[in-house]
C-alpha cells in the first residue's frame, strides 16, 4: 500500500456513516443534480441545511444529512477519490449505484466490514442481518449494544441492497449487480492506490467484489480504455493500466511521499 493514502479519501477507524444511516443513494443523487460542476463545501451546506434542497422534514434532519454525506462522500474535489467518482457519475449514469457503493466503501469501515462476506457469497445464498452483526462485534468486541448492532446491520445491509448486491426484504439473497466499465476504472483506480499495479489490480478485492472471475473484467477493462476513462494495454499476461488525469502532482507526491 502506497503512503497517506488517508489524504486521498480513504478513511479508517472503529465507526462511520452507517452507524446512523445506509449510503443514501437518493440524497446523493439529488445533491449531484443540483451541483453537477460541483460546489464549495460552504454551498453546499448552506443548500442542504437551509434551502432543504433534499427535502428534509426537520432542520435536525437536514443538519444530519448533511453530516452524513459529508462523512460518507467528501463531496469536495479536493478529496481525489470523490473528484473521480464525480467525473465517472456523470460519464457513465448506468454505473451510478455500485459508484457510489465503491466510494461508500473507502470511506466507511463499518460498511466495509461486510465486503469480504460479499465476495465470498455467491449468489443465490442468503445473506442475514446476524452474519453483519457477528462481523460488527468482531471488529469492536463489546463495543456496540444489541440494539446498535442491528440498526448498523440493517443500515448495511440497506446499502448493499440499494448498489444491487443483495435483493429481499425480511430475507437477503446475494445476487450479481450490472457491472459497468466505470466500476471497472473505478475499482482499477482506487487497487492502485493501495498498491495493486497491472494483473495484480484484478486480485485485488475491488476487481473480485464485482466479479471472481478477472476474465469477466478484462472486456469491460477495454471498454473503459476506448471511452478513455483510463489507459488498457494488454500482451499475453502482460496488462499496464494507466489514469491520465486522475492525480494531481500534489497527489502524486503524497502516494509516494
Not at 13 to 24: C, D, Q
Not at 109 to 136: C, F, N, W
Not at 233 to 252: A, C, H, N, R
Request: glycine share 6%.
Amino acid at each position: 500500500m502506497f503512503k497517506n493514502i488517508e489524504s486521498l479519501g480513504f478513511k479508517s477507524g472503529r465507526n462511520g456513516a452507517h452507524s446512523a444511516r445506509s449510503m443514501m443513494i437518493v440524497e446523493l443523487s439529488l445533491l449531484l443534480e443540483a451541483h453537477p460542476d460541483g460546489a464549495e463545501l460552504a454551498q453546499i451546506k448552506e443548500d442542504i441545511e437551509v434551502f432543504n434542497i433534499l427535502q428534509k422534514p426537520t432542520s435536525n434532519s437536514r443538519r444530519l444529512t448533511y453530516r452524513h454525506l459529508l462523512d460518507l462522500y467528501g463531496l469536495e474535489d479536493r478529496i481525489c477519490l470523490f473528484r473521480v467518482f464525480r467525473k465517472l457519475w456523470w460519464q457513465a449514469p448506468e454505473a451510478r449505484a455500485v459508484l457510489a457503493l465503491q466510494l461508500a466503501l473507502c470511506r466507511d469501515p463499518l460498511l466495509r466490514l461486510a465486503m469480504p462476506l460479499m465476495i465470498e457469497t455467491k449468489p443465490g445464498v442468503g445473506v442475514s442481518r446476524q452474519q453483519i452483526e457477528d462481523l460488527l462485534e468482531a471488529h469492536n468486541p463489546g463495543g456496540y449494544s444489541p440494539a446498535s448492532k442491528q440498526s448498523f446491520a440493517q443500515n448495511i445491509n440497506g446499502s448493499w441492497t440499494q448498489a444491487g448486491f443483495l435483493e429481499g426484504h425480511a430475507r437477503k439473497t446475494r445476487v450479481q449487480p450490472q457491472i459497468h466499465a466505470a466500476n471497472v476504472a473505478f475499482a482499477l483506480f482506487i487497487s492502485k492506490l493501495q498498491g495493486f499495479e497491472g494483473q495484480r489490480a484484478f486480485s485485488s478485492n475491488w476487481c473480485k467484489l464485482l466479479h471472481p472471475y478477472a476474465s469477466e473484467l478484462y472486456p469491460l477493462a477495454m471498454a473503459a480504455s476506448s471511452r478513455s476513462y483510463l489507459r488498457y494495454k494488454q500482451s499475453g499476461d502482460i496488462i499496464e493500466v494507466s489514469f491520465p488525469g486522475w492525480l494531481t502532482e500534489s497527489e502524486k507526491e503524497q502516494l509516494h511521499g
